[in-house]
């Protein structure tokens, strides 16, 4: 074999590699929607969103949007918790302060954390200054689980 032709070949494989991480991204998709905290709340909250996550390894890129809230954002969290259930806050997502804006982070996964969110156990919640336990959530799920339906 020339030199020319194992660089070639060396080439082709380290492309082959770097390519083939690429195909290990996953996407991930939540639809945001009024979920109330209490019977109280039922008439007081608002809004929709939706929000995508990339997932490269245990790297998650997180980005989405909310709009029509009936106050403004105070805070917005990734919860564990598989659907219908509340759980915990594991991490803190940036978002605009105000009735619609954007959700953002990019957040490192544990183990842990990524095997629940490829069970479906982990949602987004945004918390309004009126409602202060939560306006919308919604659970993510792998976005090929939307284009099914």
Partial sequence: ????????????????GLSSSGLAQEVFRARLSPMPTTPQTVSEILGEGEVFLTLNDHQLEIDGHFEGMSSSAKSAHLHAGPPAQPGPVVHVLEIDPSTGGRIRAILELTDKQLLALRNNALYIQVHSERNVDGELRGWIFLKSHFERS
């Fill in 1 to 16: 074999m020339k030199l020319g032709q194992a660089f070639t070949l060396t080439f082709c494989f380290l492309s082959l």
